[in-house]
Structures are given as C-alpha cells and as structure tokens.
C-alpha cells in the first residue's frame, strides 16, 4: 500500500470521519488518532466501500432487502385476512348485542346466522387440516364431509355472500372514521362525506408523520453519535487541563515551599515572643497585686537586717577562720594537745558526774 494513498492532514480527513460516524460502529476516534494511525485510516475508508449504512455488507443488505420486501408482502396479505375475519366476528358480536336490546327483522337474523354457521364451519374444516397429510385420528372422529353437511343451504349463502361486502365496508368505514377523530378530533364535528375525504388521505398523512419521525429517530442518532464523540474529546481535554494544573501545582509548590517555611517560622517566633511578654506581664501584674508599699519597705527593712547579720557573721567566720589558720602552722603537736585536752576534760565531766551521785546517796 503507497504511502500517497494515505490521508494526509487536511485531506479525506471530514469524509472518514463521516464514515466512522455512520456507516461503522461509533468508535471516538479523534483526528489525531486517524492521522497517527495512516495504514488504520485507510483501511476504515476501504472498508466505508463495501459496507452500507447499517455495516452491513451490500450483498447481505441486498439479500436483507429482498427478504424484508416479501416478508411485507405476506404480512399484507395475513392482515387482509385477519382484519376481514375480526371485522366478521365484530359483526356477530355486535349482533348479539342488538338481539338483547332491539328485535331484529327476520333478514339480520337470517343473515347472522348464515355467517356464523358458514364461519365456524369453515373454521373447523380448517382445524382438521387435509386428510391425506393426517397421521393422528381426526378430532372427535369427525371428517371434513361431516362438516360440510352442516353448511347453510346454497340460496342462504349466496344472499348472504351478497350482502357481506356492504356490512363489512360499514364496519370498515366505522373503524376508519374513529381512526380519524383519534388522529385529528376536530373531525368529529364534520359531515360524513368530509369524514370521507379525509379518511381518503389518511394513510398518506400517517405516511408523512411516520417519514417525519423516522427522520427525528434519525437525526437524533446522529446526535447522539456527536454527542458520545464531543463527550470523549471534552474529558480527554478536561484530563489533561487537570494534568497540566496538577504539574503547575507542583512546580509552584517546590518554588514558593522554602518562602512559606520562613515565613510560618518567622510567624511562630512572634508568636512566641508575644506570649512570654504576656507570661512576664501577668506574673507582674500578680506580683504588684501581692507585694503593697507597706509590704514593701517591711521587706526592705528585713533584709537590710538580715544583711547587717550575715555580714557580722561573716566577720565572725573570718575571725574564726583566722584563728584556725593560726593553729593549723602548730601541726600534728596541736592535735595530739587537742586530743588530750579532750580525754581530760571527758574524765573530769565523768568524775563530777560521781561526785555528784555520791553526795546524792549520802545526803
């Protein structure tokens, strides 16, 4: 495959995008997605040629029409039939409705009852289905001769026969005139022949409205493909605006984070400069409400006292000190006079001590 085949930018471009919007599966590929992927592209476009709007291929849509166009033809026959036979039994229905109401002249009853032996006559004949393809016993052992016996005499149903088309074309006028007062009910005022008139190009209006409305169907699939693809392209675009702000999130961060941690280190240091001060303040406001003038100078003069005695005892002790160094240069003669003064002066309380008990004893 040529690389000319390809869809350059700008070129193919609006068409293989209708392809992919009509004639394939709703996929959400984006332009740059066709551009990155040329062989894909072109092979979208290749196959846009043998496939119609529904992917199906033109054969098969072929074959699928022809089915479709016999399908309706034997649908329209069924429903010719069907409405004929429903529209009969309306008829008989309606009969018996009338028979206990009104009395009827001998003709309707004549003619009713003609129609409804001819119908169920017909229908069991049909139930038994015919006899050479019949494996099974007949029901209730009955024949198709035995059912025909029971059809009305020849005259009855030609009469009847004759007269059928009429009734039916009323009932059938009936049904189409309600049609229309539900289609448009301002048509049940008119005249009956303008009933008719319209009636005559119902089918043709219902066509329309139809056409109209597989066209909306229509249209709105297509919106809603547009719609599926704008929704794809907007979150891609919204992914990645939320990317790119993510990134500058960081990048502002890591530059603005040193600055921050100053400031917030500058901030707690006021902070804790401000409740020392505010520490100091109470505990002198606790102290000024404690400590009068009065209290004041008392203390003062306390402890100019207590200062006059420590500095006489600091005397004293220098004194003391003074002596001591004095009998520390007599060395280890001193201590043995100190030893002995003290042994003496123990013997001497001891002996006083005696003294005085014996004095006590003899006295």
């Known amino acids: 495959m040529a690389s000319g085949d390809f869809c ?3 070129e193919g471009m609006e068409m293989l995008q209708q392809v992919c919007s009509k004639q394939l599966p709703p996929c959400n590929l984006s332009e740059e997605d066709l551009l990155q992927n040329p062989h894909f592209s072109q092979l979208l476009l290749s196959l846009s040629q043998h496939v119609d709007e529904s992917g199906l291929s033109l054969t098969l849509a072929k074959e699928q029409a022809q089915a479709w166009k016999e399908v309706r033809l034997h ?6 039939s069907e409405i004929l036979h429903r529209v009969i039994q309306e008829l008989l229905v309606d009969y018996y409705v009338k028979t206990q109401d009104t009395d ?4 309707d009853r004549k003619f009713h009852e003609t129609l409804e032996q001819r119908l169920l006559v017909t229908e069991l004949t049909r139930l038994l289905g015919p006899s050479q393809e019949r494996e099974v016993p007949p ?3 009955l024949e198709k001769a035995d059912l025909l016996e029971l059809m009305p005499p020849s005259e009855d149903f030609v009469w009847m026969r004759a007269r059928l088309p009429l009734e039916v074309e009323e009932q059938l006028k009936k049904k189409c005139f309600t049609v229309l007062c539900y289609h448009n009910p301002s048509s049940d005022l008119d005249s009956e022949t303008l009933k008719a008139a319209k009636v005559w190009n119902l089918a043709e ?9 597989q066209a909306a169907k229509s249209q709105q699939k297509e919106q809603m493909v547009l719609l599926e693809k704008k929704s794809a392209t907007y979150s891609q675009v919204l992914l990645r605006c939320l990317a790119l702000l993510q990134r500058l999130l960081q990048e502002h961060r890591l530059k603005t984070q040193s600055e921050l941690d100053r400031i917030n280190a500058q901030y707690l240091e006021i902070k804790c400069s401000a409740m020392i001060l505010k520490l100091r303040m109470e505990e002198l406001k606790i102290l000024s409400d404690t400590y009068t003038a009065e209290k004041v100078e008392v203390h003062r003069l306390i402890r100019d006292r207590l200062e006059g005695a420590i500095r006489l005892q600091e005397q004293d002790m220098e004194k003391s000190r003074q002596v001591l160094n004095t009998y520390e240069v007599l060395g280890e003669e001193f201590d043995k006079l100190v030893k002995e003064y003290t042994q003496l002066k123990q013997a001497t309380e001891n002996k006083r001590w005696t003294l005085q008990e014996f004095n006590k004893a003899y006295r």
């Open 8 to 10: 350059s930018p700008g």
């Open 75 to 80: 649908k329209t026959t069924w429903l010719r």
């Open 104 to 107: 009827l002249t001998s003709e």
């Open 139 to 141: 029901l209730l052992g």
């Open 205 to 213: 209006v219902l066509a329309g409205e139809k056409q109209q409305c």
